[in-house]
């Protein structure tokens, strides 16, 4: 099942949680990700992430994934594919 929510869904997700201490995030199944659900997770786990895990990236820029990569030490993206230049 390919779930859908608002990137300010997730926001207040993040904001309802004690989100400063997830270490692992997977987002299996959700295709709709984005660059704004990316700078969600990157401002509310950015500091302790250690593990980002989505399917695909094909509505994210290549350059956002490679500024994340720097954050995030182990961000796998399920079909490796760059679709999207910025």
Partial sequence: MDWFYKSS??????????????QRLEFSNCSFFSNK???????HC??????????SYHRMCRDDVKK????IPNLVIGNNEFNRAC
Avoid: M, P
Avoid at 37 to 42: I, K, P, T
Avoid at 46 to 55: D, P, R, S
């Fill in 68 to 71: 994340v990569r720097e954050i």
């Fill in 9 to 22: 869904s997730l926001d207040i997700f993040f904001k309802q949680c004690n989100a400063k201490r997830l």
């Fill in 46 to 55: 950015g500091g302790t992430l250690k593990h980002l895990y989505f399917n």
């Fill in 37 to 43: 659900h990316l700078e969600v997770v990157v401002r």
